[in-house]
């Protein structure tokens, strides 16, 4: 995925890479062969199609990485905990061009961590998948669905003993490519540290985690004083 210039203090956007396909599901090559209608899409469609197969994939839900430092591909991540969808989040003021959702997960064993506890185990490993947000199809006259087409899969996974501050976010270029760590001065690391509500994750926006950090008292102090300063509205 690529950053476009932020346009506020805490400004992200990113401009998304269509996904292709997905081994398991077939499905993705007719979307891909539809999205093959934009010239760019199409390059890139030809170039995943070409691509040779995989390297190998994670089996379970503990982070798993190549020789070169990727990670590979968590492939059964919806078969994991569903902790919100977003639409059209935007942290610049100007709204994106385009309507997306974001779909967050997380491995199963860190969420039953994290209602014990309140925060997050080691070897936590939380996806965010980008889709298309269609109007048009069946019967919808308002409002959006959400595509079969990936767009783009970014990882925030916690490995103490392998990144220095306890986290690492990854970008994944199809749902079955390994992934590509961004550097500790990526913007995702100080957004994250500076805005999320628990341990470098915005729980504030998981409806079903925020109750539990807020009884556990395991809020961030930064999310606490930003809440004090600007208490969210309806
Ligand atoms: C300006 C702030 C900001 C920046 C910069 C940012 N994020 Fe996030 N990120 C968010 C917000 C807000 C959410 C919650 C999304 C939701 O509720 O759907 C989030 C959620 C996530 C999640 C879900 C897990 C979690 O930690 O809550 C992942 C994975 C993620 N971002 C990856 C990235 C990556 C990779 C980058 C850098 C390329 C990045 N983010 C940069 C604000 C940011």
Known sequence: MVFKKSQGTVGREIAYIPVMRDRALPKFLAAGATACLLAA???????YEHSPAVVAAASDSAPAYAANGD????????????????????????????????????NPEAYRSFVATGTWPDKTVMV?????????????????????????????????????????????ASPTANGKVFPPVAPCYSCHREHAAVDTTFVQFYPTLLPIAQEKKTLSDAFLKEEAAAPPGK
């Open 41 to 47: 899409s199409c390059a890139l469609f030809n170039a």
């Open 71 to 106: 990670m590979l591909p968590p492939t059964n991540y919806r078969e994991w905990i569903y902790l919100s969808s977003g639409i059209d989040m935007s942290y610049s003021p100007n709204p994106a061009g385009m309507t997306m959702f974001d779909n967050v997960f997380v």
């Open 128 to 172: 965010l998948e980008a889709r298309e947000a269609l109007s048009k199809g069946s019967i919808n006259q308002h409002g959006h669905f959400q595509g079969t087409s990936v767009m783009g899969i970014e990882v925030h996974v916690k490995d103490v003993a392998r990144y220095p501050g306890g986290w690492a976010f990854f970008d994944f």
